[in-house]
């Protein structure tokens, strides 16, 4: 309640923190707007949690995850897809440590490190919430990039499970049936998997991992029963010539997010958005580069840890009761 009623404070202070535009109308100041220092302030004692319990993933002194500390021992966790060739972590005090992976999940995307100290340092550890109270509209927060600030925002939807997408060429088909002799490839999208593979718009797709096609859905079925990455034989024939292709499946949300208007003004967004066994969604403003860090509600216990920025207002997190669940399996308590 605290915490609330000085927001509610802050935000409705406009008449002494004002300032003009262009046209001569009024608007407040960017510190005591949404994510402004002011607002940061409101949440006090959560915020410093967040803070000093996240910790930034580097390589090549280039920020490329965020973690969260575990354990005291220093176990950090995070998104495993981002944190590849993770060689150092740095503390919100300006510590920084070298890193050594002790396990990954690939069900739930997750990576454990542990920061090698020279000493026995005790590291700050999250606290968890127990259960999974939060309720669509809470108040949730998580430390930004360069852990000096954090991020507010509001859990934006259910909690629900995300489902496997699988692998996609990256082509729009078109006539089928035995008057083509297969499936006709109408359009290739840009850059995507089948197009750098070389198949192109007025091909003949007649074989899928050596099976033949002959209706779309044949086509739809034997591409996405594999998982992107994986590699489908593609057999076409392009006017009288017969080929064969190879095709390294591409990711369904990345390939085709360049028809979403809403996506295009996203900015980058994570690559393994989907097959998650449960997912909190929320609207913090966070960047790719931030995954992998904590989410946390407003009595500064974890909720969560961000998994995937799916677009410019959805971030996935990882309810606590999965992340614990992966942390039995890493036998760290």
């Given at each position: 309640m605290k915490v609330l009623l000085t927001l509610v404070f802050v935000l409705c202070s406009y008449s002494t923190a004002q300032e003009a535009d262009d046209n001569g109308s009024f608007k407040l100041e960017k510190k005591f707007r949404l994510n402004g220092l002011a607002t940061?302030?409101?949440?006090?004692?959560?915020?410093?949690?967040?803070?000093?319990?996240t910790v930034r993933l580097t390589r090549n002194d280039k920020l490329i995850a965020l973690g969260g500390i575990v354990d005291s021992r220093g176990y950090v966790l995070t998104k495993a897809s981002d944190c590849v060739g993770a060689r150092e972590a740095e503390t919100s005090d300006g510590k920084k440590y070298r890193l050594k992976i002790k396990k990954r999940d690939e069900a739930t995307d997750l990576a454990l490190y542990q920061l090698l100290a020279e000493d026995d340092t005790s590291f700050?550890?999250?606290?968890?919430?127990?259960?999974?109270?939060?309720?669509?509209?809470?108040?949730?927060?998580?430390?930004?990039?360069?852990?000096?600030?954090?991020r507010v925002g509001v859990a934006s939807g259910k909690t629900r499970k995300i489902g496997r997408e699988g692998g996609v060429m990256g082509v729009i088909l078109g006539q089928d049936g035995d008057s083509v002799g297969g499936v006709r490839i109408n359009e290739v999208v840009p850059q995507a998997a089948a197009y750098k593979s070389g198949l192109r718009e007025g091909d003949v797709i007649t074989k899928v991992d050596g099976r033949r096609v002959k209706k779309r859905d044949h086509v739809v079925k034997g591409v996405s029963n594999n998982d992107p990455g994986d590699v489908v034989r593609i057999e076409i024939k392009r006017k009288e010539e017969l080929k064969i292709f190879n095709v390294t499946l591409g990711?369904?949300?990345?390939?085709?997010?360049?028809?979403?208007?809403?996506?295009?003004?996203?900015?980058?967004?994570?690559?393994?958005?989907?097959?998650?066994?449960?997912?909190?969604?929320?609207?913090?403003?966070?960047?790719?580069?931030?995954?992998?860090?904590?989410?946390?509600?407003?009595?500064?216990?974890?909720?969560?840890?961000?998994?995937?920025?799916?677009?410019?207002?959805?971030?996935?997190?990882?309810?606590?009761?999965?992340?614990?669940?992966?942390?039995?399996?890493?036998?760290?308590?």
């Open positions: 940061q302030a409101a949440f006090g004692e959560s915020s410093e949690q967040a803070l000093r319990t700050p550890a999250v606290n968890w919430q127990e259960g999974n109270n939060t309720k669509t509209g809470s108040w949730v927060l998580s430390a930004f990039s360069m852990l000096k600030e954090i990711h369904r949300s990345v390939t085709f997010d360049l028809f979403n208007r809403n996506l295009q003004m996203s900015g980058p967004v994570s690559k393994r958005k989907d097959n998650f066994p449960q997912i909190l969604q929320h609207d913090l403003p966070l960047p790719k580069n931030s995954m992998g860090g904590p989410l946390f509600n407003l009595q500064g216990e974890c909720i969560g840890f961000n998994i995937a920025r799916v677009d410019r207002v959805t971030i996935y997190s990882l309810p606590s009761s999965e992340v614990r669940l992966t942390l039995k399996k890493f036998f760290v308590k």
